[in-house]
């Protein structure tokens, strides 16, 4: 039997606020399922294909019907390296299932920029991520299929994240209700991980009653670093509770029945990353050195400005992440093992330099292919560029 195939298509519309680099991994596999999970895998709703193999084939849902192309292996002399030949359209494909990421997208509510060349930005700059919301609903009625859910990379509430329970709802109504309230969209899932920012931000972890403090135990820092994350997970979205974070690990899934095509979206805490990851966070330099980049810039463990000097403060912290990354990453791979879905896609806000992914579709058989912290499509409607 012919096995199904399918062709995610995503929308990555990245809001380019602070570094960071966000990676999906897809993985083919055949076959379907449903549903969405804490630690469990299932499949879910979905259509739609393409892969790069050497010898693949390509199936469209129309109307009942399938079209299927087949696309063969093209040989080059002199090198002895072989490359696949695209014979079919892509943008003439049929498909019925699609979703949306985004990522870096949680402006701060005085929409202020840490960049050196913020003083040039213009509207558009300033107002990006209204800008980015409004083509997101416009692009859900105007899909064909229109996206089961929204992929959300991290750093979804700068600088800092959430920094208490009582201003948690305003700041959500704020940045991401308000924002991404268009009829089309705003009852569309958005899946979420978070990032380096939604804890901290290389900022004060803590808070008292007149704002970011400076921890006083190692204690009160963990507390506080798991309250970052429990303030975004336990929140209700009056838009058919679409705020989706169950867990530092957790399984979400889509599937378009009629087709049996499936996805299983696997999200981790990589939060423990040695890129924008636990070191910075846990030393909270810009709160100790009240924001100055140069000040912040070889700050380690020990250091005064790190963690106030404080090693069993910063050693509490980075054993919490530590322990969130590898038990998410001992969960993916006995769910990815498991999962019968068609395709699978890891998502996670920044990686560990030992994670590699290529740059291309084209340039790996797994599937892995690496965004940019700023992408932008020109107005012309050309190819993607790197800002």
Request: include cysteine; aromatic fraction near 10%; proline fraction near 2%.
């Amino acid at each position: 039997m012919m096995s199904k195939k399918a062709q995610l298509v995503g929308v990555v519309l990245v809001l380019a606020i602070i570094g960071a680099i966000v990676g999906v991994m897809v993985v083919r596999k055949a076959s379907s399922s449903a549903s969405e999970s804490s630690g469990t895998a299932s499949s879910g709703s979905g259509a739609g294909v393409s892969s790069s193999d050497n010898d693949s084939t390509t199936t469209g849902s129309t109307g009942g019907k399938s079209s299927v192309s087949k696309k063969k292996k093209k040989t080059t002399s002199g090198s002895g390296s072989s490359t696949g030949s695209i014979t079919s359209d892509p943008t003439s494909a049929k498909y019925t299932l699609s979703a949306f990421a985004i990522g870096d997208w949680g402006t701060t509510v005085t929409q202020d920029s840490c960049c050196t060349r913020s003083s040039t930005y213009n509207d558009y700059d300033v107002n990006a991520e209204d800008i980015v919301a409004n083509l997101m609903d416009q692009q859900v009625s105007a899909a064909s299929a229109p996206p089961k859910c929204v992929l959300s990379h991290g750093d979804n509430f700068y600088w800092t994240g959430i920094d208490s329970e009582g201003s948690r709802d305003s700041r959500f109504t704020a940045t991401f209700e308000k924002k991404y309230g268009g009829d089309n969209i705003k009852n569309v899932p958005w899946v979420n991980v978070l990032g380096n920012h939604d804890y901290g931000g290389a900022s004060y972890i803590c808070a008292d009653d007149k704002g970011l403090a400076a921890c006083s135990s190692a204690e009160e820092l963990v507390k506080a670093l798991s309250n970052k994350f429990q303030w975004q997970s336990d929140y209700t979205s009056p838009n058919d509770n679409r705020w989706i974070l169950k867990d530092h690990f957790y399984v979400y899934s889509i599937e378009d029945k009629d087709s049996g095509v499936s996805i299983d979206i696997f999200n981790v805490d990589a939060g423990d990353a040695s890129t924008h990851g636990a070191q910075q966070t846990c030393c909270q330099c810009y709160g100790y050195a009240e924001g100055s980049d140069k000040k912040c810039k070889n700050v380690a463990r020990g250091d005064k400005l790190c963690s106030g000097g404080d090693t069993e403060m910063f050693d509490a912290c980075f054993d919490k992440f530590a322990e969130w990354g590898d038990d998410s990453r001992k969960q993916l791979a006995k769910e990815v093992a498991a999962s019968k879905a068609t395709w699978k896609i890891l998502q996670y806000h920044t990686a560990d330099d030992s994670w590699t992914f290529a740059e291309s579709f084209k340039s790996t058989k797994a599937g892995g292919v690496a965004t940019k912290h700023c992408w932008y499509i020109p107005l012309d409607g050309g190819e993607g560029k790197e800002c």
